[in-house]
């Protein structure tokens, strides 16, 4: 389903990437959309949890072959009515709690823009 907003969603994270300068990752499918690389299985094992993950400390975790991510890290799950739709990956040096602001704003925006769609 969130293939159908694949533009809408790769706007919104480049506008909330220029106000906020975190680097932020979108995947469906275990791909992320904008890079177009398939995520490595430790991660899709940690997105298929369908829980929050947070590293608070500055770490480096490797989410591709070719990308690697270096600095405080949330990986939110995005679930709709049971259903695991993908993830958000933020990546920065800000404190973790506005990490995981940002990335409840991505999940409740997209989440809206589905079931508004829906309903």
């Not at 159908?4 to 994270?13: F, S, V």
């Amino acid at each position: 389903r969130l293939k159908n907003y694949q533009d809408d969603i790769k706007a919104l994270i480049n506008c909330i990437t220029n106000i906020y300068n975190y680097d932020i990752y979108f995947s469906i499918d275990n791909v992320l959309i904008n890079q177009n690389e398939k995520i490595l299985q430790n991660i899709i094992n940690i997105i298929q949890e369908r829980k929050i993950y947070i590293l608070e400390k500055e770490s480096v975790i490797k989410i591709t072959e070719n990308i690697q991510l270096i600095g405080k890290i949330v990986i939110y799950p995005i679930v709709i009515n049971s259903d695991l739709l993908g993830s958000i990956i933020i990546v920065g040096k800000d404190k973790i709690e506005n990490l995981l602001n940002i990335s409840r704003l991505i999940n409740n925006i997209i989440k809206n823009m589905i079931l508004n769609i829906v309903n």
